[in-house]
């Protein structure tokens, strides 16, 4: 099945999405049983975040090519950051460059985890039951920023610079696929999806030692790979089996 | 006046706050008008994180002892970091100290910013028309995972580690208070709230040139000084005009 949230008549109404249209949902698939209260077609579709979540969790270095490439180290266990639900945007809207930002401006394709159940205390069987399904991230980053401050607060949590979508895929062997990033429908760079230092679930496994995870809760997996953008660039992150996320990059003030 | 959120039948209800009793109320005041729908006696309240914030946004050195105390450099603009709601405790409820925690394990006494309106390019005076009201926060560290570890993941963010509350008071000049900590009902650090290096209002200003601030969202806003507490303490902070925020200190596996 595939989730998502649509934007309608101003408001988010969770959907289910199918071949050629989006089933309105009476309430969130995360939250048990719903009703169908209506329908769009796929193509007039608004797409919002498919969740905001209670906490937005994110891996950093998680791909031996991307540590390899930025010098550091392997990691010897799974430590988690950060990110904030500003940030946040959906399918096809766009990405916002904001005029302050000076030199490398890149997106990172991520496989995003959507937990589904509580979860404290938890072995790696119980990690893989307690995923409600997957989606795409594009961890948006200001390279500038990033080295500057002592937080990645602007660097990668700027209005916009976290897109997610276009929906929540739950019938799909994540970590069999292949994550493939394009822009202005090109391909820059293509990777197994999951060959990772640590898988999603390794990251749960030691996460619930120390905390609680909740329903709507997201992990973002970390990138094997960046690439630059320029404001008119239109970026596409494919994970086959789940699904494309594409949004454009516009230069702020530009935007409207 | 005083707002809360109590816990009324194992679910959350937001209160407005008398002297001997609170107020249920049929919706959050952050979004407008309200019913009352029935009261509970104060004595009887079970107290919850006045909020939980779509983005839990914390500062770090931001009082010059604390940062002279830490051989920090002085900061020279506002720089935002991150706390996650799992860590959200309320007044009264236990401070689960890890088994695994080893040395020190610390107490930091916060005056807390709740925003009552969505902001982006806010001027100081916007910034301060949107502060809702203001609470306390209690941004418990473990100093050893600080150190060891890449990010606060663990060190500040395990289940428990950030009390916040008893509730939001919207009538008080909250910079021109004085906070006290108490452990075991002996001072142990006591200064002047406002005595920073920059106030909410500018945090606010400098945070919404790039992020939008929601309703809802908490600034916390730094501690002076930091206390050392053990299984078994009680540790109540106090800002003149705001209220106490007291938890008791229990060792993992002791607390039920």
Known sequence: MRYA?????????????????????????????????GTVPL??????????????????????????HAGAATPDRPEIGYRANNALTGHRSPI????????????????????????????YDEAREAVFGWTIGNDISARAWQHADRTFWRSKNSDTFKPMGPWIETDVDALAQTTTLWVNGAVRSQFPTGDMVFDPFDYLVEMTRHVTVHPGDVLWMGAESTCRLEPGDTVDVEISGIGVLSNSVQLEGNQR
Do not use: C, M, Q
């Open 96 to 123: 916002v460059k904001p005029r302050e930002v000076e030199g490398r401006f890149e997106a990172e394709p991520e496989l995003v985890a959507v937990i589904g159940r509580t979860l404290r205390h938890a072995t």
């Open 43 to 68: 193509a007039e579709a608004h797409w919002l975040p498919p969740v905001v979540p209670p906490v937005f969790y994110a891996v950093g270095f998680n791909y031996p090519r991307h540590i390899a």
């Open 5 to 37: 949230r649509v934007s309608v008549g101003g408001r988010p109404v969770w959907g289910r999405v199918r071949e050629s249209d989006v089933d309105l949902l009476s309430g969130s698939p995360l939250e048990g049983a719903y009703d169908v209260i």
